[in-house]
């Protein structure tokens, strides 16, 4: 069938989107089809403000409000300047934050290094994390990159840069989640959990 030019290309766009396929796609579409011509309006006014509206904070590459220098984290005097957290998305920054334990501050990389896909240091934020730490006034660096292949090179590759300077390194703990069941963890997932077992008769 054949469909009118509007509609498929909204489809087209909409399955280009991580985790939407063809049928989601055409689902979401007729259904914006058939609403209220107000919910269409603002989705297409929050899509055209999205890339208008945001930047990213100087210091930490966060994400911020295009008129911000300087992100909320980076800009609240009571955060630990000396205490940095690597991640490699924005949203790894919002996870962290809402677990409300963390009170320093944050180096988005955006992204890991990928040499298959032709990610290297130069597409990260790599250089500026050097040069936060060159400045000076950094106590501690918690490598916070994804446990996969890709995060665990970035934060080996990391680790290598940062070796010269005076600062503390570290990495985020692994191991089971809470309410897992043994059985069901995979083998790396126990072997960290077993490298990073914690002393009890303190």
């Known amino acids: 069938m054949l469909l009118p030019e509007p509609i498929q290309n909204l489809i087209n766009a909409l399955a280009r989107l991580p985790g939407i396929g063809p049928k989601t796609a055409s689902r979401l579409t007729f259904f914006l089809l058939r609403a209220p011509e107000d919910l269409s309006r603002d989705l297409a006014e929050a899509l ?12 930490c590459y966060n994400i911020t409000a ?5 992100c909320e984290v980076c800009s609240d005097a009571s955060r630990d300047s000396s205490l940095i957290c690597v991640v490699e998305e924005p949203l790894d920054v919002i996870a962290l934050e809402r677990t409300g ?19 290297g240091p130069e597409q990260l934020k790599v250089r500026e ?26 934060a080996a590759y990391l680790r290598q840069r940062l070796q010269p300077y005076s600062v503390r390194l570290t ?32």
């Open 129 to 154: 994390l050097i040069a936060r730490v060159e400045a000076g006034g950094v106590n501690e660096i918690i490598l916070a990159t994804n446990p996969s292949l890709e995060g665990d090179y970035t």
């Open 48 to 59: 055209a403000n999205l890339k208008s509206g945001t930047g990213y904070c100087q210091v």
């Open 171 to 202: 990495r985020l703990a692994r191991g089971l989640p809470v309410g897992g069941d043994l059985e069901y963890a995979d083998q790396n997932t126990l072997l960290r959990a077993l490298a990073g077992r914690q002393e009890l008769n303190d």
């Open 101 to 119: 334990g963390f009170t320093g501050r944050y180096h988005v990389l955006h992204g890991a290094l990928s040499p298959i896909e032709g990610i």
């Open 66 to 70: 295009a008129n911000r220098t300087e």
